[in-house]
């Protein structure tokens, strides 16, 4: 009998993505001075409506009517060449037996494309679930919500795999369990303090394994194993 149900991000969780749509808007907005690695962080699990008005605000201009989709159209030039998936998600992702979906702030074509072009979508077949169906995008609870009524799973038994603060606040806001995933040498936010971190995607269906066992108690307080670059953070 399936006890869990395991919701995952899909940019910077699932895909290494989140470098390649900020790349998109150093490509389409010259003017702009930020690093790649500033922008990724600034914008990290952001809406993109937010992250355009945050652009105009800091640039001092309107951007076109047609930037969207302009950027749209770039972000899916990029992933075609090159997006991968993060490291040891397709080894990971392949041992996992529990009910498992998707939910992401990005529109459904960008989902597709991402999962196509990384070798993942076999794994979730039509379990998408995007905010631009509902409308609610995180750090409220919506699209997590909405996912785990879909997938047929109370709020208790869902684990969310998030990489954004905006991601875990959301999980938290929808009554599930956040699993915190931080690439290796990136430290995590004060506000995650108290949460499962880790920074190895061969981690997870561990700590997976301990959710569902405490799940079963009614004992939702997972906690993660000490991993060497996450022990002294």
Same mark, same amino acid.
């Given at each position: 009998?399936?006890?869990?149900?395991?919701?995952?991000?899909?940019?910077?969780?699932?895909?290494?993505?989140?470098?390649?749509?900020?790349?998109?808007?150093?490509?389409?907005?010259?003017?702009?001075?930020?690093?790649?690695?500033?922008?990724?962080? /600034?914008?990290?699990?952001?809406?993109?409506?937010?992250?355009?008005?945050?652009?105009?605000? /800091? !640039?001092?201009?309107? !951007?076109?009517?047609?930037?969207?989709? /302009?950027?749209?159209?770039?972000?899916?030039?990029?992933?075609?060449?090159?997006?991968?998936?993060?490291?040891?998600?397709?080894?990971?992702?392949?041992?996992?037996?529990?009910?498992?979906?998707?939910?992401?702030?990005?529109?459904?074509?960008?989902? /597709?494309?991402?999962?196509?072009?990384?070798?993942?979508?076999?794994?979730?077949?039509?379990?998408?679930?995007?905010?631009?169906?509902?409308?609610?995008?995180?750090?409220?609870?919506?699209?997590?919500?909405?996912?785990?009524?879909?997938?047929?799973?109370?709020?208790?038994?869902?684990?969310?795999?998030?990489?954004?603060?905006?991601?875990?606040?959301?999980?938290?806001?929808?009554?599930?369990?956040? !699993?915190?995933?931080?690439?290796?040498?990136?430290?995590?936010?004060?506000?995650?303090?108290?949460?499962?971190?880790?920074?190895?995607?061969?981690?997870?269906?561990?700590?997976?394994?301990?959710?569902?066992?405490?799940?079963?108690?009614?004992?939702?307080?997972?906690?993660?194993?000490?991993?060497?670059?996450?022990?002294?953070?």
């Amino acid at each position: 009998m399936n006890t869990i149900c395991v919701i995952f991000d899909l940019d910077g969780t699932l895909v290494d993505s989140e470098g390649l749509c900020n790349q998109a808007f150093l490509d389409l907005l010259p003017q702009l001075n930020d690093s790649l690695q500033t922008l990724t962080e /600034r914008y990290r699990g952001q809406k993109l409506s937010s992250i355009l008005n945050d652009l105009e605000n /800091r !640039l001092g201009l309107n !951007l076109p009517n047609l930037f969207e989709q /302009r950027y749209r159209q770039r972000v899916a030039e990029l992933f075609a060449c090159d997006l991968k998936p993060m490291p040891g998600v397709l080894e990971m992702i392949a041992t996992l037996n529990s009910p498992k979906c998707i939910a992401s702030s990005g529109p459904l074509p960008k989902i /597709r494309q991402a999962l196509d072009v990384s070798g993942l979508a076999a794994y979730f077949g039509d379990n998408l679930f995007s905010s631009y169906e509902i409308g609610s995008w995180k750090p409220d609870p919506g699209v997590f919500q909405y996912a785990a009524r879909e997938m047929g799973f109370t709020p208790n038994q869902c684990a969310v795999i998030e990489d954004s603060e905006v991601g875990v606040a959301a999980a938290i806001a929808a009554g599930m369990t956040p !699993l915190y995933y931080v690439q290796t040498g990136v430290a995590p936010s004060y506000q995650t303090a108290g949460h499962v971190v880790f920074d190895d995607m061969s981690q997870l269906p561990q700590l997976l394994k301990q959710f569902a066992h405490m799940t079963q108690l009614n004992r939702p307080d997972l906690h993660a194993a000490p991993s060497p670059a996450l022990h002294d953070v």
